[in-house]
């Protein structure tokens, strides 16, 4: 299994906030009725654009532990990677999904150690249950904003893409169920 990569950056490049990010709230956490796996619905803050991201059962556990706000006896791999970097006096800045290559989401953990910025790649599960914990902004590549909306990178079995969109969109928040934000 290969290290994963962390990266000091340099004054130029961007991250935080560029222009090309669009910032996201979690709609909701559900589970696909064609395939039964969960599904972490990601919303526009400035329209009524939904992403849905395909996750699995243990990370949407993760997730929906935080949404909820239930506290575990010991703390759990994302309460942990939380307290690591606070202890290594870092903080989780943001999170940005930065591609959708295959069919497979990446994203990317901005940190900052000191005036040392850092990234560090992740599964963007991973990084949504961080940012949660952090309480920190969840950003999408815009590019990945724009094709994930209508390819939705769902199992190809299920309904088609413009089937799926039209009901994410169409979800009220008892679709939601529990997970509601």
Not at 1 to 13: F, H, I, L
Not at 74 to 86: A, G, K, S
């Amino acid at each position: 299994m290969g290290d994963p990569e962390v990266r000091k950056q340099t004054s130029t490049e961007t991250g935080t906030h560029s222009p090309h990010n669009v910032e996201v709230r979690i709609r909701g956490l559900m589970m696909d009725p064609a395939t039964n796996m969960p599904i972490v619905v990601l919303k526009d803050v400035a329209s009524d654009t939904v992403m849905p991201i395909w996750v699995g059962i243990f990370e949407a556990n993760a997730i929906a532990i935080e949404i909820e706000k239930i506290a575990a006896p010991r703390p759990l791999t994302h309460d942990l990677t939380r307290n690591l970097i606070h202890h290594l006096n870092a903080e989780l800045d943001h999170v940005v999904i930065t591609e959708l290559k295959d069919d497979t989401f990446y994203a990317v953990l901005w940190l900052r150690q000191g005036d040392e910025p850092l990234t560090v790649d992740a599964r963007p599960s991973d990084a949504i249950a961080l940012a949660l914990r952090a309480d920190c902004p969840i950003y999408v590549a815009e590019q990945v904003m724009q094709t994930a909306k209508l390819n939705t990178s769902g199992p190809p079995e299920g309904p088609t893409a413009e089937q799926l969109r039209g009901w994410l969109e169409g979800l009220n928040d008892e679709d939601l169920g529990r997970y509601k934000m």
